[in-house]
């Protein structure tokens, strides 16, 4: 592994996209649903899409901004701790799971709420643990410091 790389094998978005195929494949096979108005689900499921989706354009400029690759594979130039990461060290992943909250809601599939629970445990365990040990071995105080300031999720 060379310095410019952080040892992470899985990519966040890969691993909730493999939980929605699984949660649309067993909700095919047994299908459930919420029981909630067809306007509210869209309501709920718009909203809670749009929110990371914006968000997640931010995070990109921030990166951007320091010249770092938004690449859980690859070590960032800079420490980012603006927008977003001001309230949480992983507003990226947070988005994800709200997202997933939305299209569970307009999709009508409860399955999706099951599934990303083991998408969350795998991003903790293979990606922010292992970021977390890059960020203090490339940053050091400046990263503890952050981390004493920011929660993990919110």
């Known amino acids: 592994m060379s310095k410019s790389e952080t040892g992470i094998k899985v ?23 919420f029981g909630l108005p067809l306007a509210l689900r869209w309501i709920l499921g718009i909203v809670l899409i749009a929110g990371p989706i914006a968000v997640a354009s931010s995070l990109f400029a921030a990166f951007r901004r ?15 701790t603006e927008g977003a990461f ?15 909250v939305g299209v569970a809601i307009l999709f009508d599939n409860p399955w999706v709420l099951l599934a990303i629970v ?9 990606v922010i643990l292992k970021e977390e040990a890059v960020l203090e071995r490339e ?16």
């Open 11 to 33: 990519i966040p978005p890969l691993i909730f996209l493999a939980a929605f195929i699984v949660a649309f494949a067993v909700d095919w096979l047994w299908p459930l649903g």
């Open 66 to 80: 320091t010249d770092s690759a938004y690449d859980v594979r690859k070590v960032p130039k800079a420490l980012v």
């Open 86 to 100: 001001r309230y949480s060290r992983n507003p990226g992943y947070l988005g994800l799971i709200v997202l997933a």
């Open 118 to 126: 083991p998408a969350a445990a795998i991003t903790h365990y293979q």
């Open 139 to 154: 940053f050091g105080d400046a990263y503890r410091q952050y981390k004493n300031r920011v929660r993990r999720w919110i």
